[in-house]
């Protein structure tokens, strides 16, 4: 980890100057370590006021009766990936690789004009969290902090949440640095052709088994989140298209779906079970595409390469592909080095999901519209 470099003023505004030192956060989910972490990981993740909307103590108390009553099955998920997520090792690559991708393209447009760039890491519900990264960002000293969601769409329950926490642990910390949040991308062509480069050869493939359908398969959300505004579905709802788009198959076969379902409340349809059963029973081959998550862990590398490819052999498909997430694509990177770039050059991107511009006044489905 190299030292920070001097600067003319710890205290330097950025009205009139670019910056000089520039922190970019990356926002995840985090995921348990080990087998003990397990209960308390999900402990946090029901204790979020943005998942469970109570007030204390009785999210408390919900908090610890679903953690504990998780605790087994998900216990059970993280065995298969031998009792850990692998989540934070993905990410820590996919830092490595856009600290690189930062550092190796002075002349890229927009220009960065030579900002030193880190690259950190805040997990929302375990380690590294908030309180440690923000300690570890003011250390750095930066003159800008850009908060970048490894969520390509924009939630309330995802990103906002993250976004929350930051700026109250910063507060603690006495990280007073300009902070600007990149909302989301779920349009952003770096994302989009990533994910088609990866489909494209897979559903050439599936061919030899019947005209493929393509699942855009995202982790779904409680119903109820949607109707208190929540753009989720709808950021959703752009990338599924904009990457059927970016495949140019005429006539392709592809459908919008959301998995992961956890609780008793109404979520989010068509669900990804019910769309393989439907292409079992329509006899067609499909492609798995988590399109909401951009590294492997969990929700991935279980749900769908072992539950859902046995489902679909129960059910009759004739061939399944999961379809793996973009990762530390060259595209995807470069992609997200741009808006970083933008950002820090102030042109754009603090909202990126329309496109790669800021998005005009109430533009439907805009988190910053709500605002
Ligand atoms: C697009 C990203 C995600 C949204 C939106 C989201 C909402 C959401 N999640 C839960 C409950 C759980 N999620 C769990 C794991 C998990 N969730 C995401 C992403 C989103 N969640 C990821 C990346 C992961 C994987 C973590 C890993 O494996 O490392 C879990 C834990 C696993 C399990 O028990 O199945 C739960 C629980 C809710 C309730 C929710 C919206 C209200
Ligand atoms: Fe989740
Ligand atoms: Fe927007």
Not at 363 to 370: L, S
């Amino acid at each position: 980890m190299s030292q920070p470099s001097p600067k003319t003023s710890a205290s330097q505004s950025l009205s009139g100057s670019r910056p000089r030192r520039v922190a970019v956060v990356l926002f995840n989910l985090g995921g348990p370590d080990a087998p003990e972490a397990v209960r308390p990981f999900l402990f946090n993740l029901f204790a979020d006021p943005a998942i469970i909307r109570l007030p204390n103590p009785f999210r408390f108390l919900i908090a610890s009766l679903i953690s504990g009553r998780r605790a087994k099955p998900a216990t059970e998920i993280y065995a298969q990936l031998g009792g850990k997520s692998p989540l934070l090792e993905n990410t820590e690559a996919q830092a490595a690789a856009l600290e690189a991708a930062l550092g190796a393209d002075p002349g890229a447009e927009p220009a960065a004009d030579g900002a030193e760039t880190k690259v950190f890491i805040a997990m929302r519900y375990w380690h590294p969290m908030s309180a440690e990264t923000a300690a570890r960002v003011k250390a750095y000293d930066p003159d800008l902090v850009v908060l970048l969601p490894l969520y390509p769409q924009f939630s309330t329950t995802t990103t906002a949440s993250s976004a929350k926490v930051w700026h109250e642990t910063a507060k603690t910390v006495g990280l007073t640095a300009p902070t600007r949040l990149l909302c989301c991308y779920p349009t952003q062509a770096g994302f989009i052709d990533a994910s088609a480069d990866l489909i494209r050869p897979l559903y050439e493939a599936a061919k030899a088994h019947g005209t493929p359908r393509v699942l855009f398969s995202a982790h779904g959300l409680p119903k109820k989140v949607v109707a208190g505004g929540d753009p989720y579905q709808w950021q959703c709802e752009r990338t599924a298209e904009s990457i059927a788009a970016a495949l140019g198959i005429e006539h392709l076969d592809w459908v919008n779906c959301y998995q992961s379902r956890v609780g008793p409340m109404e979520w989010i349809g068509p669900s990804t079970d019910a769309e393989i059963r439907r292409a079992g029973q329509d006899g067609v081959p499909i492609l798995v595409v988590p399109m909401a998550f951009v590294s492997e862990h969990s929700e991935t590398l279980v749900e769908i390469e072992i539950e859902y490819r046995h489902l679909a052999k129960e059910a009759g498909v004739p061939h399944f592909t999961r379809v793996p997430t973009v990762g530390v694509h060259p595209g995807f990177i470069d992609g997200l080095a741009r808006l970083v770039r933008q950002t820090v050059a102030g042109k754009a991107a603090v909202c990126a999901h329309n496109g790669d511009r800021i998005c005009p006044p109430n533009f439907p489905g805009c988190p910053q519209a709500r605002r």
